[in-house]
């Protein structure tokens, strides 16, 4: 391997999703239309090419936080179009910019719908996995990164078994779908003990060896 280019990707993180290709390929294809759909930070390179102008650039950031960073709405409005994966990201833009900023629309990306089927039956569903059929599940879907905030949310839901009524309590259930093993996240065991609330926690996570939940 290139020695050179090896430390140059991980002196520059963005050099991963296209910075150092994306003018070459510009200059190669002539597009008409670039359509990106990543994070601000992984595109924004594209705000300060020298081609932007000769290509109409579509846009669908994930907008999934507040407030957005001030260079991210520079850049949000440097491109021709501007789309959002969820109304939260519309709002979030329109009530951040005044209105200034204007999103086209919302373009919910798509499911497999093998994987995410329609469950015909979700008191029976969720009986199947020894589980209240009237349970209450409060769920998440993400990465265990530091930046995420599972202390918050497990604070959160200790509030919230301890605030309400005993009924409600019975049967409510925290569910984290997360990345294991993850030595850079947060040590999920200690938190459900810190918070004492290791009946109630229902975790999941697909094996890196064999890809299977």
């Excluded at 930070?41 to 994930?62: G, K, N, R």
């Excluded at 709002?91 to 910019?97: D, H």
Aim: aromatic letters at 14%.
């Amino acid at each position: 391997k290139d020695e050179k280019q090896y430390a140059e990707q991980h002196k520059n993180p963005v050099v991963q999703w296209g910075i150092q290709k994306f003018d070459l390929a510009v200059l190669d294809f002539k597009p008409d239309i670039v359509v990106t759909y990543r994070d601000p930070w992984m595109d924004s390179y594209i705000a300060e090419s020298p081609f932007l102008p000769f290509f109409h650039w579509v846009w669908m950031p994930t907008i999934d936080s507040e407030p957005q960073k001030n260079e991210w709405l520079y850049d949000f409005n440097r491109c021709d179009g501007l789309m959002a994966y969820s109304e939260y990201g519309i709002r979030t833009l329109e009530n951040q910019t005044k209105g200034r900023i204007k999103v086209h629309g919302c373009a919910s990306p798509a499911i497999d719908p093998v994987v995410f089927n329609i469950i015909p039956n979700k008191a029976a569903h969720k009986e199947s996995l020894g589980l209240p059929s009237d349970s209450i599940i409060f769920g998440t879907v993400m990465r265990n990164q530091k930046r995420k905030m599972f202390p918050d949310l497990m604070k959160a839901f200790k509030t919230f078994l301890d605030t309400t009524d005993e009924e409600t309590r019975n049967k409510s259930f925290l569910y984290l779908h997360t990345s294991y093993p993850e030595k850079m996240g947060w040590n999920i065991t200690s938190l459900i003990h810190e918070y004492g609330i290791g009946s109630k926690v229902l975790c999941t996570y697909v094996c890196r060896a064999c890809k299977q939940y």
